[in-house]
T-cell receptor, first 117, second 115 residues
Framework: EAGVAQSPRYKIIEKRQSVAFWCNPI?????LYWYQQILGQGPKLLIQ????????DSQLPKDRFSAERLKGVDSTLKIQPAKLEDSAVYLC???????????????FGPGTRLLVL | AQSVTQLDSQVPVFEEAPVELRCNYS??????LFWYVQYPNQGLQLLLK??????LVKGINGFEAEFNKSQTSFHLRKPSVHISDTAEYFC?????????????FGKGTKLSVIP
């Protein structure tokens, strides 16, 4: 079974530029998560999708971050414009779902390492 | 809201020695608990999880953890570590009945196995 795919693996940009990350979850997984992992910290949830709807984006800095999952499969996370403090690893995870059927194990992709100069 | 505290940021241990990585959580409701491992430049891999039932949970690679509700702890243990266990370990919690099953992670513990 293929795991969660993410691209690119690494990205270096200058502040005020824009960047986009792509995630393809495990086939059949209804729930998709984006996390931000700053160096030395644990992952922090940015946004959670159930199929193509947003479940929680309370920790997403909406003035610069956006995410979509149009067809309920793959997803993109965009930052525009980027700031120095956005340097982090962006992790995508997926779980079987749907909500309410019990705890679902989250499976993580390899992450995209972003450096903002 | 839930929170997780991993008491040790770094743990060095000799190869074949036992190890315990400590995790305490805070929540006003019942929780599910997880341990994930992250190897360099890789994503997180689930080691084990506690949902209900037996408080002693066994996971992959010889790891186990014990849920202690009274002490709000979920410490990870391995009786004999190997060089390949060198990685960062994250404890995480989600609240039962919350509907979204969001994970809150601790800051991680870096395990260094010394040959």
């Amino acid at each position: 079974e293929a795991g969660v795919a993410q691209s690119p693996r690494y990205k270096i940009i200058e502040k005020r530029q824009s960047v986009a990350f792509w995630c393809n979850p495990i086939s059949g997984h209804a729930t998709l998560y984006w996390y931000q992992q700053i160096l030395g910290q644990g992952p922090k949830l940015l946004i959670q999708f159930q199929n193509n709807g947003v479940v929680d984006d309370s920790q997403l800095p909406k003035d610069r971050f956006s995410a979509e999952r149009l067809k309920g499969v793959d997803s993109t996370l965009k930052i525009q414009p980027a700031k120095l403090e956005d340097s982090a690893v962006y992790l995508c995870a997926s779980s079987l779902g749907p909500l309410g059927t019990g705890v679902e194990t989250q499976y993580f992709g390899p992450g995209t390492r972003l450096l903002v100069l | 809201a839930q929170s997780v505290t991993q008491l040790d940021s770094q743990v060095p241990v000799f190869e074949e020695a036992p190890v315990e990585l400590r995790c305490n959580y805070s929540s006003s409701v019942s929780v599910y608990l997880f341990w994930y491992v992250q190897y360099p430049n890789q994503g997180l891999q689930l080691l084990l999880k506690y949902l209900s039932g037996s408080t002693l949970v066994k996971g992959i690679n010889g790891f186990e953890a014990e849920f202690n509700k009274s002490q709000t702890s979920f410490h990870l243990r391995k009786p004999s570590v190997h060089i390949s266990d060198t990685a960062e370990y994250f404890c995480a919690v989600s609240e039962t009945g919350a509907g979204s099953y969001q994970l809150t992670f601790g800051k991680g513990t870096k395990l260094s196995v010394i040959p």
